[in-house]
């Protein structure tokens, strides 16, 4: 017969190992300190130098390469040869994403967008982009009779929604040109904008005021009021609104707005580890 009884030797799973009461941390690892200091500062810069990042991680050129070299080897850095510049690799988007996965997006969003809308009395949206399209992921909603829906995981164009220009505004000019030539821009009502040039100078505008709006270039009658959502990396990764009727959104409201969706998209990039200010 199998004894299952648990004996005092029996070994428990931990998640470090014991230590005397009172003992101090341990010490960090040298190496891998460093590293992770040049990484975040990659992080930080998006491009760079051996040269510049050396100077922004506060470390000697050989000792940074050094680093760069470990962290290339697991695909956490990479390397342009035809610039001479370094940059984040595929494997820490993925190290990342665990930490996504673990909070969850939506999760994260939600009681930001719960003020959100109770701030404004307007439905909040959140959503991301897949392809040619806004993808929404959920939904508070106001109480009005008259109010905008979309259900989870319903699209739109992301040239005709407020979200989805919210993340086209950061795309830089030769990924928004490939943008343009793959979806065509389709119209959808008279305010669509659907020629490259007048959607690039909304965009323009997005940027410098930090929100976009869809003015009915969707659904007639309807306007939409959003703000792109940065992660850690200083990456778009989403967008939050709000929309309604037209006559709710007046154009003296727009800038109020537009301030308050801001606010939310950055309390929901803090959650995610985005540096704001």
């Known amino acids: 017969m199998v004894?299952?009884?648990?004996?005092?030797?029996?070994?428990?799973?931990?998640?470090?190992?014991?230590?005397?009461?009172?003992?101090?941390?341990?010490?960090?690892?040298?190496?891998?300190?460093t590293g992770l200091v040049v990484l975040r500062a990659l992080a930080a810069e998006r491009c760079a130098t051996l040269t510049n990042l050396a100077l922004s991680a506060g470390t000697s050129p050989s000792t940074a390469y050094r680093m760069l070299?470990?962290?290339?080897?697991?695909g956490l850095v990479e390397f342009d040869e035809r610039t001479q510049e370094w940059t984040v690799g595929i494997e820490a988007f993925r190290v990342g994403s665990a930490f996504l996965?673990?909070?969850?997006?939506?999760?994260?969003?939600?009681?930001?967008?719960?003020?959100?809308?109770h701030d404004t009395r307007e439905t909040a949206n959140l959503g991301v982009a897949h392809?040619?399209?806004?993808?929404?992921?959920?939904q508070v909603e106001a109480r009005h009779p008259i109010r905008a829906f979309h259900d989870v995981g319903s699209r739109g164009a992301l040239h005709a929604s407020g979200i989805g220009k919210?993340?086209?505004?950061?795309?830089?000019?030769?990924?928004?040109?490939?943008?343009?030539?793959?979806?065509?821009?389709?119209?959808f009502t008279a305010a669509t904008l659907a020629d490259p040039e007048t959607l690039a100078h909304d965009l323009a505008t997005t940027r410098s005021r930090g929100w976009s709006l869809d003015d009915g270039e969707r659904h007639e009658g309807m306007r939409c009021v959003a703000a792109a959502i940065f992660d850690a990396a200083g990456c778009a990764v989403a967008g939050v609104s709000v929309s309604g009727p037209s006559v709710?959104?007046?154009?003296?409201?727009?800038?109020?707005?537009?301030?308050?969706?801001?606010?939310?998209?950055?309390?929901?990039?803090?959650?995610?580890?985005?540096?704001?200010?």
Not at 69 to 74: E, G, Q, V, Y
Not at 101 to 116: C, D, H, I, K, N
Not at 167 to 183: H, N
Request: overall charge neutral; aromatic content about 2%.
């Open 101 to 117: 996965a673990r909070t969850g997006l939506v999760e994260v969003s939600r009681p930001a967008m719960a003020s959100l809308m």
């Open 69 to 74: 070299a470990t962290l290339a080897r697991h």
């Open 248 to 277: 709710r959104f007046p154009d003296e409201a727009l800038g109020g707005l537009g301030e308050r969706v801001r606010e939310t998209a950055d309390t929901i990039g803090e959650r995610l580890g985005a540096r704001v200010g």
């Open 3 to 33: 004894d299952t009884s648990v004996s005092g030797s029996a070994r428990r799973a931990r998640g470090r190992p014991r230590s005397a009461p009172g003992a101090a941390a341990p010490e960090p690892v040298k190496g891998l300190d």
């Open 131 to 138: 392809d040619n399209d806004v993808v929404f992921l959920a």
């Open 166 to 187: 919210a993340l086209l505004a950061e795309l830089d000019p030769a990924a928004l040109d490939a943008f343009v030539a793959r979806s065509g821009l389709p119209r």
